[in-house]
């Protein structure tokens, strides 16, 4: 059987021919008017944008002209600026070598937000000026003196109360407290303090100021600074985490003050708190001889120290009223050294 050859047969390349039609060259024109616009519109949003939102025209930051930037542009530079400028306080020192006191040196820093908002509000061609703040060093040349009367000339004084025992007259005292409308400085021992933690807590919720008056009731005279430290900063601690955050004011046990102990306390950023008046309540049950000891020495500025005593709660009524009545206000410490 024969077979045959079939041959496939050829196929020839054709070009193809595009015909580009009016309508099409027209769709075309439009695509691309369509494009140019949405780039010109785009481009003209952005500076829409900054003309409604933005910084006003001419309106200069310290010496860079910044028209037309947008909130969030002027807070990225105040805060660069601002890094630029910042600078931390120095605390006040003694130079162990010399005894020579080195005195504290402010810091500064930028209030980035009132920085932002005064340039935002700049009216056209205006200077605005970064805001600047003055940061107070936690130790300043004042903490490196003991506090026995505050510097006013204001008919003002505190009472500070130590407190290491006599926890059956605090309720007593602090109801007396109460009807006279007097806040005070109530300086806690940290040993006492945790025997009676309720009693404490009292003490704050009742508005009073808690201070520190160490973790134990101890001769501070003849400690060492790290020994005193250690004392005062446990006792911060203690108070801290029954839920106080006492003030800064450290009122040395058996009132005992030198130079370590100063240095101490203001190492760690208290002022030491001494008193102007003593009402020697604890040596007395009398409450007369109580009065007699602070009546006639009022003063200015006075600090009255005292104890939760029997005596000095019945003698406060009377030291009240005479003090109100030559004019007096009371105060807590931190209070009457913050008076003019």
């Known amino acids: 059987m024969k077979h045959k050859n ?38 003209s949003l952005d500076d829409i944008k900054r003309m409604v939102y933005g910084v006003k025209p001419g309106v200069i930051l310290e010496t860079r002209v910044i028209s037309g930037y947008l909130p969030s542009e002027v807070r990225r530079l105040v805060e660069a600026m601002a890094d630029e400028e910042r600078i931390a306080p120095k605390d006040a020192m003694i130079y ?57 000339e204001e008919p003002a004084m505190a009472i500070a109360i130590n407190v290491a025992w006599g926890e059956e007259h605090l309720r007593n005292l602090l109801e007396t407290l109460r009807e006279h409308n007097v806040k005070v400085t109530f300086f806690v021992d940290g040993e006492w303090a945790q025997k009676f933690p309720e009693l404490v807590m009292l ?13 134990q009731h101890v001769h501070v005279g003849k400690m060492s ?11 911060e601690k203690l108070l801290i985490s029954l ?38 309540d604890w040596d007395t049950p009398d409450p007369k001889k109580v009065s007699g000891r602070v009546i006639p020495k009022m003063t ?17 009524p009377q030291i009240v009223d005479a003090a109100r009545k030559e004019g007096y206000k009371f105060f807590t410490v931190s209070g009457l050294l913050d008076a003019p």
């Not at 041959?7 to 024109?29: D, F, N, Y």
């Not at 003490?203 to 973790?215: D, P, S, T």
């Open 300 to 316: 200015p500025g006075a600090i009255i120290l005292a104890h939760p005593t029997s005596s000095f709660v019945e003698a406060f």
């Open 6 to 43: 079939r041959l496939a047969p050829k196929r020839e390349g054709r070009l193809t021919t595009i015909v580009i039609t009016r309508q099409m060259t027209l769709l075309m024109a439009f695509a691309v008017l369509i494009f140019a616009f949405t780039v010109v519109f785009v481009s």
């Open 96 to 152: 162990k070598e010399t005894g020579e006191l080195i005195p504290e040196e402010p810091g500064l820093d930028i209030d980035v937000d009132s920085t932002v908002d005064r340039v935002m509000k700049a009216k056209p061609g205006e200077k605005v000026e970064l805001v600047r703040i003055a940061i107070a060093p936690a130790v300043t040349r004042r903490h490196f003196d003991p506090i026995y009367r505050a510097s006013t």
């Open 225 to 235: 600074e790290p020994e005193i430290k250690k004392l005062i900063s446990d006792n």
């Open 203 to 215: 003490l704050n919720e009742e508005k009073h100021e808690v201070a520190n008056h160490g973790y």
């Open 243 to 280: 839920g106080i955050t006492p003030s800064r004011l450290f009122s040395p046990p058996y009132g005992e003050c030198n130079q370590t102990v100063v240095q101490a306390a203001a190492s760690l950023g208290y002022k030491t708190v001494m008193w102007t008046i003593d009402t020697i």
